[in-house]
């Protein structure tokens, strides 16, 4: 004689939603910190232009100076000597190093002309500043 014991799965959980949906998230969080810009994170208020063209999508080395004159490079605080050794290394690596000097507006424009002649200084000659456009006018 048979003894029916009935379903033994009648109380387990399916949990392949669950690890799709925590796969979905982890692939969304990757992604979105991957594509983060580094000069978005600084709290500068940039001058405004009529004119230049907007940044290439090459590798840039961004160097910041705040409001209080300190400098930063990579998210990390130099002196204008250490700004001067990180040039050097990149000149070092490649000749072609794009730089981006962003100051800000409140700036002593003595701090930006010094680290414009620290890029020069360490013979990179592909030296930008930014800027953000004219409300209602764009950078050509």
């Given at each position: 004689?048979?003894?029916?014991?009935?379903?033994?799965?009648?109380?387990?959980?399916?949990?392949?939603?669950?690890?799709?949906?925590?796969?979905?998230?982890?692939?969304?969080?990757?992604?979105?910190?991957?594509?983060?810009?580094?000069?978005?994170?600084m709290?500068?208020?940039?001058?405004?232009?009529?004119?230049?063209?907007?940044?290439?999508?090459g590798?840039?080395?961004?160097?910041?100076?705040?409001?209080?004159?300190?400098?930063?490079?990579?998210?990390?605080?130099?002196?204008?000597?250490?700004?001067?050794?990180?040039?050097?290394?990149?000149?070092?690596?490649?000749?072609?190093?794009?730089?981006?000097?962003?100051?800000?507006?409140?700036?002593?424009?003595?701090?930006?002309?010094?680290?414009?002649?620290?890029?020069?200084?360490?013979?990179?000659?592909?030296?930008?500043?930014?800027?953000?456009?004219?409300?209602?006018?764009?950078?050509?």
């Amino acid at each position: 004689m048979r003894l029916d014991l009935g379903n033994t799965q009648e109380g387990a959980l399916n949990l392949t939603p669950l690890i799709d949906m925590v796969f979905l998230l982890l692939v969304f969080f990757l992604a979105s910190t991957t594509f983060a810009k580094d000069e978005v994170e600084m709290d500068l208020t940039l001058p405004e232009a009529s004119s230049g063209k907007a940044e290439t999508d090459g590798h840039l080395l961004v160097i910041n100076v705040k409001r209080d004159g300190s400098l930063t490079v990579n998210r990390r605080t130099v002196t204008l000597e250490g700004l001067r050794q990180r040039l050097r290394a990149a000149a070092a690596k490649d000749r072609d190093q794009e730089v981006l000097i962003r100051g800000d507006t409140k700036v002593d424009f003595g701090v930006v002309a010094k680290a414009f002649d620290a890029c020069l200084a360490a013979t990179l000659r592909r030296v930008s500043i930014a800027a953000r456009p004219l409300e209602g006018g764009t950078p050509r």
